[in-house]
């Protein structure tokens, strides 16, 4: 075989098609290998403005004739080919080529996969995102103000077209504005916490249940008792969020302390625990940084 020839190897037959500007051997291997498996050579070179096929059985001479082309039947040539292959093969004494495998059939309606976005077919994938977000919430029933910065890595599963769960662990800090009270107490907070989460994704809209643990310092000008303090922080949170635009979104979070408490209001002179309930907004970007 000259190295001017294309050849594919397919199951028990060979094609070999040399350049030509009639057909491939891609076209020509597809349509031979829908009609026989028989371990057949079959060889098509460019002979004037013909094709020139030759079909070679194992431990028989190769048979060689002319398609007689006519102008405009080129994609005519791979199905010819294949049906002239299939009738040298049956001509051929019953022990030199091999029946035609039954066919396989297709399967029924109800046990088809839907195609999946992400993936390959009949495969769920997960992606993984990574985000970066910031937000703000009042306690309740005191209006305490916190800020939060949030950044967080979440995998989302791939099953087709319907809710997608996911799990996802995450970082924030979370830092309230020195709350004066009076002309000499003041007091600012910081709670750093990670924490991992759930999350149920339809659409745009993602809904996540999470649980964090940290620790709370507060650091207090005018008031004894909440002077430099650091205390576990344990809470749980719910949020709801929407895809906005391309990769931002936001959308409203619920924080509820487990374990100690995440803003100090004075009375009298006494730090207290307050806050049972924490409503926020917030605000992020999000973007895809694998799949597996």
Known sequence: MGPWL????????????APNPCTSSVAVSAAVLARTDAAVRVILVPEGEDLLLTLQAPNHP??????????????????????????????????????????IPPPPA????????LGLAGRPRWE????????????????????????????????????????GVFVAVSVSPRLGFGSDGAITLLAPAAGVTGSLELGR????????GGLLA????????????????LEAELRLRATLVGPLYGGLSAQVPLLGHR??????????????LTLGLFLGVEQILAFF
Do not use: I, K
């Open 263 to 276: 803003f100090t209001r004075a009375d009298e002179g006494v730090a207290r625990r307050t806050a049972p």
């Open 6 to 17: 294309a050849a594919l190897v397919l199951t028990g037959a060979t094609v070999e098609v």
């Open 110 to 117: 109800w046990a088809s996969t839907p195609p999946r976005p």
């Open 218 to 233: 507060a650091w207090a000008r005018g008031f004894e008792r909440a002077s430099n303090t650091v205390d576990p922080l």
């Open 62 to 103: 190769p048979q060689t004739r002319p398609l007689g082309l006519r102008p405009g039947e080129c994609p005519l040539v791979p199905e010819l080919v294949a049906v002239l292959t299939e009738r040298y093969v049956r001509a051929l004494p019953a022990w030199t080529w091999a029946p035609r495998a039954a066919p």
């Open 128 to 167: 993984t995102r990574v985000g970066l977000e910031a937000g703000g919430g009042a306690g309740l029933p005191t209006p305490d103000l916190a800020l939060r910065l949030r950044g967080h890595l979440v995998a989302h599963h791939h099953g087709g077209d319907g809710p997608r769960p996911g799990v």
């Open 205 to 212: 809209f993602r809904a996540t249940v999470g649980l964090a």
